[in-house]
């Protein structure tokens, strides 16, 4: 499969292993109007490097994902883009609450933001699915047993799906990306990403 950028990094490769710099101050997400007292949103961003490629029809994107967790939002993540205003992501993040955990944006104009479970240590699975508009996120803690984190619509036949790499709040720092996989297949079940 051939990659492309929208803003292009740094990165390594090595085996198995995509190691990918996030720069200081780098997100997907379309904030909107609301701000919160203490005035901790995110901003509107658009400009965290995503490394991708484009697919047509049904698929399924696995990645092992790690990183050292730095500041607010920092994440390795996956998306998939039907437009720079139609996107969505499932994010092994650093929350505001302080815990590493599986977060998910779905992004129709405006995003919205669900924490998802928590999760110990530094490293996880993501998994994305499509059946036809229907897509998945899923995150695992060993990589064979998945659990659904989002459903959500999205259309276009084809794509940008790939790795996406964000430190919101902080200075930056590399984000790891094992054993990426996208397969051309339906799953069966959609929500049990099987």
């Known amino acids: 499969m051939e990659f492309h950028w929208i803003n292009e990094s740094r990165i390594e490769k090595s085996g198995d292993k995509i190691s990918i ?3 200081a101050q780098t997100d997907f997400f379309c904030g909107g109007s609301e701000t919160s007292d203490e005035g901790i949103l995110p901003a509107s961003l658009c400009n965290a490097p995503f490394y991708y490629t484009e ?3 049904d698929f399924v994107l696995r990645v092992k994902v790690s990183h050292d967790f730095k500041d607010t939002y920092d994440s390795c993540s996956i998306m998939v883009m039907q437009d720079m205003t139609h996107w969505a ?3 092994f993040e650093l929350t505001d609450f302080g815990a590493h955990a599986a977060v998910s944006v779905v992004t129709k104009n405006e995003s919205d933001d669900a924490n998802g479970c928590n999760i110990e240590g530094n490293t996880a699975w993501l998994q994305m699915c499509r059946c036809g508009s229907a897509f998945a996120f899923h ?5 064979s047993r998945f659990y659904m ?3 959500f619509q999205l259309t276009g036949d084809t794509v ?3 790795l996406l790499a964000q430190a919101p709040t902080g200075n930056g720092g590399m984000r790891v990306y094992e054993n990426l996989s996208i397969e051309k297949r339906t799953v069966k079940n959609i929500r049990a990403g099987e």
């Open 21 to 23: 710099f996030a720069p």
């Open 55 to 57: 697919i047509a029809g």
């Open 89 to 91: 992501k499932a994010c």
């Open 139 to 143: 995150y695992s803690v060993d990589g």
């Open 149 to 151: 984190m989002r459903f």
């Open 160 to 162: 940008k799906v790939g």
